[in-house]
């Protein structure tokens, strides 16, 4: 049996990620000659993720182009296959109890379940569920990295900061040269007003990946909030080379340069970042449109 398991984890490394009927065929089979093996179960569940990012990838395709009716049968087909995922999960963790990854994977199988929940009401319980399954890992392994991390982010959500900061002190001793837990930890510094603890943990992060450009708009942020703007701006610059093609991130990055440019008085530069923010689909646009109104109403006016 062990050879078998070898060679079919050959084949699945080498298949690649998004061939997602290839990998569900192997491990189909591998489950039908081994269905006490908890680990072909878990990675059902992996390909049932892998399967479900794709289609939620596609719905926002669908969504750009205007197709809602399309976007929204994609987003319940991907609920869909994201439960037979977590079904999978707990078969795994039913025939191992102490499989950790299995609580993992059924941990952020929770937590996306959360992202595409229609209210608050769904989207907290799920999120709760998660927490739950992050916390089952932990007992298994106290020093696990990716439990600390998970649970930790799932309570900044809840806005739990105080114990999230207590695991997150934990990440970075156990691993000080992973940014996320820096990162991490300086948001819940941030969401608590101690902006130079904050600065520092987004630095720390920084010097391990200075190509975060997320993790650099978050310095920016807590540069500003210390009033050193010129700083924020040359941060706000560099995320904007490092961000590439995330239009998303492109876009809160131009809203933020318009922001500090007209606190600063450069309205003809703060009116172009705005007008960039509404190109690029940003979800402030109406906010940047009110911004630029203003500024052409009072400042150039003036």
């Not at 997150?168 to 603890?197: Q, S, V």
């Not at 904007?240 to 492109?250: K, M, N, S, Y």
Request: charged content about 30%; overall charge neutral.
């Amino acid at each position: 049996m062990a050879a078998y398991r070898a060679e079919i984890l050959a084949k699945l490394v080498s298949l690649p990620e998004e061939d997602v009927a290839g990998r569900e065929a192997l491990l189909e089979a591998a489950t039908a000659k081994e269905p006490k093996e908890p680990f072909w179960r878990l990675g059902l569940a992996d390909v049932g993720l892998s399967a479900f990012d794709l289609i939620i990838a596609r719905a926002r395709r669908q969504s750009e182009l205007g197709r809602v009716q399309d976007a929204a049968a994609s987003r319940e087909e991907a609920v869909r296959i994201l439960e037979h995922a977590r079904q999978d999960g707990e078969t795994a963790l039913q025939l191992d109890p102490g499989f950790k990854e299995a609580q993992l994977l059924l941990g952020y199988i929770a937590t996306r379940r959360a992202d595409e929940a229609p209210d608050v009401e769904q989207r907290d319980a799920w999120r709760r569920t998660a927490e739950y399954h992050y916390r089952e890992a932990l007992k298994l392994d106290p020093e696990s990295l990716a439990a600390l991390l998970d649970l930790s982010e799932n309570l900044l959500y809840f806005d739990r900061y105080t114990e999230a900061t207590r695991l997150l002190h934990r990440a970075t001793r156990l691993a000080p040269g992973e940014p996320m837990a820096w990162n991490n930890l300086g948001f819940a510094y941030y969401a608590t007003g101690r902006l130079a603890n904050a600065v520092r943990c987004y630095r720390r992060a920084l010097e391990v990946d200075p190509n975060q450009a997320r993790i650099r708009t978050a310095l920016a942020d807590g540069l500003r909030r210390q009033g050193k703007m010129a700083a924020a701006l040359r941060e706000l610059g560099r995320a904007r080379q490092d961000a590439a093609g995330d239009r998303e991130l492109l876009a809160a990055i131009a809203f933020k340069t318009g922001a500090i440019e007209e606190h600063l008085g450069d309205y003809e530069v703060a009116v172009r970042e705005y007008q960039a923010h509404i190109d690029l689909g940003g979800k402030d646009a109406a906010k940047a449109r009110s911004r630029i109104r203003g500024i052409y109403e009072n400042a150039f006016e003036k």
